[in-house]
């Protein structure tokens, strides 16, 4: 139940989590090269790939679901307003941390962003018509070699 703790009761904090940890002697692994957020510099434009944009993730990657109304505006003002003063790749989107969110969450993101993503689950079109709110938006996994095609049939819904 480790999970749980942290992401509740020490609200998925990452320096809540490390210092939790620590006082509880469970090792702490250094967060590989890969995995590891880019530095302020990698933010400029000219240095991004083209066709790369940022969207917001929060300011501590709080799971939103364990914070009162204040701190969930706190999270994502923050996040926004550091990033569009650093980069004009920005965009209007909000991924929640861990995928969690409750409807005060949501409720902030869509004042705050056009958009917010879930990690799983949630229906964006039935029909053809837009059915979930776009503070609710599901996330469409694109993986490494997935053909053109094969996206195509994932737009469509054909395959899930
Ligand atoms: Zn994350």
């Not at 989590?17 to 434009?45: K, N, Y």
């Not at 993503?117 to 996994?141: D, I, K, Q, W």
Request: net charge positive; hydrophobic share 40%.
């Amino acid at each position: 139940m480790n999970h749980q703790h942290a992401l509740t009761k020490l609200e998925g904090r990452t320096d809540r989590i490390l210092a939790w940890a620590s006082e509880q002697g469970i090792p702490v692994s250094p967060v590989p090269e890969h995995a590891r957020p880019v530095e302020d510099t990698e933010l400029d434009p000219s240095r991004l790939s083209k066709g790369i944009t940022l969207g917001a993730h929060t300011w501590s990657h709080a799971n939103l679901a364990a914070l009162g109304p204040d701190a969930i505006l706190d999270e994502l003002v923050l996040c926004k307003d550091w990033l569009s003063e650093r980069s004009s790749r920005q965009l209007p989107w909000l991924a929640y941390p861990y995928g969690l969110r409750n409807t005060s969450a949501a409720a902030v993101a869509a004042d705050c962003f056009e958009g917010a993503l879930l990690v799983s689950g949630g229906r964006a079109v039935r029909r053809g018509r837009r059915v979930a709110e776009r503070a609710l938006t599901p996330r469409l996994n694109v993986p490494r070699g997935l053909s053109l095609e094969g996206l195509s049939l994932r737009l469509s819904g054909f395959l899930t």
